[in-house]
């Protein structure tokens, strides 16, 4: 994965520079302070830095994979994740250090502490990231399910708009009236049904522009038909 500092964002060029900020004066702070340094100490700072990395990972994975700005709201929950390993470790590392200046402290506490953090982590960023891509796509699906009865509602009110007669014009609306309740997820198993549906209503586009009444109600009608048939199918999927 490419990075490059001028695709940033603003928000995450400034956490950028805070956390080069933060990793510079815990490695000073280190460095200056007179305690002794074992190697637990040296796996606590390494094991910090890691932190950083791992956090500013997730905030690009959070944030600049995802193009739309639903994905980047549903992406900070793994931003969090990663600030809160971030603070974890940055406390368990100033006790280590802490705790060595006084004890010798064995070096696989440590490594052992700051591997289940880092895994634990790691897992979290993981499992949120996937549930974004769950939501998205279901929320697609959802999109999906939903437009072709989206554009029967269209193409209906259309044709109510264009009848002269008004006589015909109350069939369609009642048509129309039967579209704006049928229910709006379609699947596989009403495709068949719907495209029929599709046809007919080129047909009835038709005969409102020949302003054939008789066949107008005959083919509102037979679309009813249809229609309350597709709902028959929609609703015995359901149970």
Known sequence: MKFSFNELGKKEKSVLLVYGIVAFICILAFIIIPFPKSASSWLALLFLLVSFCVSLYAMKLAFENGKEIISKIYGFPIFKISVYYVAAQAIFSVLVCVVASFIRLPYWVTLLVSVILLGAAVIGIVITDNARDIIEDTEKKDVRDTKKITLFKIDIAGIVDRCKDETAKK??????????????????????????????????????????????????????????????VCKAFKK
Do not use: G, Q, W
């Not at 599709?198 to 109600?217: F, P």
């Open 171 to 232: 069939e369609l609306e009642k048509l129309s009236e039967a579209f704006r309740y049928s229910d709006p997820v379609s699947s596989d198993a009403t495709k068949e049904l719907e495209d029929e549906i599709t046809e007919e209503l080129e047909e009835l586009k038709k005969e409102v522009a020949e302003n054939d009444v008789e066949d107008i109600i005959e083919k509102a009608t037979e679309i009813s038909n249809l229609l309350a048939e597709r709902n028959k």
